[in-house]
């Protein structure tokens, strides 16, 4: 689904926004401060029913207000739905789809969903593998629809036994119950990652690699490998193994093992390359992957993709932002992009005319004609 219209209530420093969008590019311009951020906050908080800046959803709402509202028309074959979040001050948030309310919050991520580039998305080369771990799952969500049950279940089981091995005093044989459920989903969650790479990401990196003109930016891509270093039992698990780990795990009151220890490894010529990575080449890497993932999901779910690009990389040099423009493109994603000066639109400008430009300044966002763009 695409974005045509967008509405915000009370979200941060945005009072009242109404903008009619593109669909392809959307800029947003303004000084530091402005609330550039703050839009591509609300929509990805539309999608996600929840921040990518902090957890407390309470920071949201406009400081004085006690309700934030964001909704947008989305338009699908010719309909047009109409998509909307509320967020009261207790912290209820409340989705609405064509005016009936949807209690899966996580129902308007699979209506559009949302991939967002941030300056600290490039840290994922090197921060926890809990990142790395997000950016695929992000991908797993959207194209294997069984992954999403199996991950709820894990988690609910993971917990579960997390907080039994806490209590402590707990009977060897209840835990070994426990153990069983969440080996046995914690090898599903596995093999999902591990055939996800396979049947989808690998493919899908060397055919852009393939696709796209061949210059030391891109060439990243070529004979990169990504690995999934899971954090597993053995196959066949045996009651006298499991007792084993149970042990262990009683002495460190977690469960030692399982998808949420798992890393992601990305080896060039069998090496790991994040260690060699400049930031400049984490930059493009990332924009690469990105890319990436977007086809990947559009080619899968025939989806349409909305990507949240927050602060263009200006401390790149011009071959590098330059591909990295043409890369946003090349995903046919469509695209909400923030920047100071409005010198961003003009770059998008010399590949498409399909761009909306709005002024941010103060909380208040103004469309800007072509006219004023370019005079
Ligand atoms: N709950 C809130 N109520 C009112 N104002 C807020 C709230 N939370 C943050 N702000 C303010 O909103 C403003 C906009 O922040 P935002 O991060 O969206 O700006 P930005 O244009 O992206 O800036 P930068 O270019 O520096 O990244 C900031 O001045 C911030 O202090």
Redesign the pocket.
């Known amino acids: 689904m695409l974005i045509s219209q967008l509405k915000i209530f009370g979200f941060?420093?945005i009072e009242t926004a109404s903008i009619t969008t593109d669909k392809r590019v959307n800029v947003f311009y303004?000084k530091?401060?402005?609330?550039?951020?703050?839009i591509l906050e609300s929509l990805f908080f539309l999608s996600r029913a929840k921040s990518f800046r902090t957890s407390k959803k309470g920071?949201?709402?406009?400081?004085g207000c006690s309700l934030l509202a964001v909704s947008a028309d989305l338009e699908q074959q010719s309909k047009t739905h109409k998509l909307g979040i509320g967020l009261e001050g207790n912290g209820t948030s409340k989705l609405k789809l064509d005016g009936e309310v949807v209690t899966k919050l996580s129902q308007a991520s699979i209506l559009f969903p949302t991939q967002l580039i941030t300056p600290e998305s490039f840290d994922v080369f090197w921060s926890s593998p809990k990142a790395r771990r997000s950016f695929f799952d992000f991908g797993l969500f959207h194209v294997e629809h069984e992954f999403q049950n199996d991950w709820i279940a894990y988690n609910k089981t993971l917990k579960q036994t997390n907080a039994l091995l806490r209590r402590g005093g707990v009977n060897q044989r209840e835990l070994l119950f426990w153990y069983r459920g969440l080996v046995d989903l914690a090898q599903k969650i596995d093999d999902f990652r591990e055939l996800f790479l396979d049947k989808h990401f690998s493919k899908a990196i060397s055919g852009l690699a393939l696709e796209l003109e061949s210059n030391e930016r891109t060439d990243l891509l070529k004979n990169l490998v990504i690995r999934y270093k899971k954090k597993a039992l053995e196959q066949e698990v045996s009651d006298e193994m499991l007792l084993k780990q149970i042990d262990k795990d009683i002495r460190y009151k977690q469960v030692g093992f399982g998808p949420n220890r798992a890393d992601y490894l990305f080896l060039k010529d069998g090496e790991d390359m994040s260690s060699r990575l400049s930031r400049g080449q984490a930059k493009m890497l990332f924009y690469l992957l990105v890319v990436a993932m977007v086809n990947i999901i559009k080619q899968t779910t025939k989806k349409n993709i909305l990507l949240l690009v927050d602060?263009l990389p200006s401390e790149v040099d011009q071959q590098t932002r330059q591909t990295m423009l043409e890369m946003l493109l090349h995903s046919q994603a469509q695209i909400f992009v923030?920047g100071?000066e409005n010198n961003i639109a003009r770059e998008f400008m010399n590949y498409t005319d399909s761009v909306n430009v709005f002024h941010?300044e103060h909380g208040t966002v103004r469309q800007e004609s072509m006219e004023q763009i370019c005079p």
């Open positions: 941060r420093n303004g530091n401060g402005s609330g550039k951020t703050s920071e949201l709402l406009k400081d602060d923030t100071i941010v």
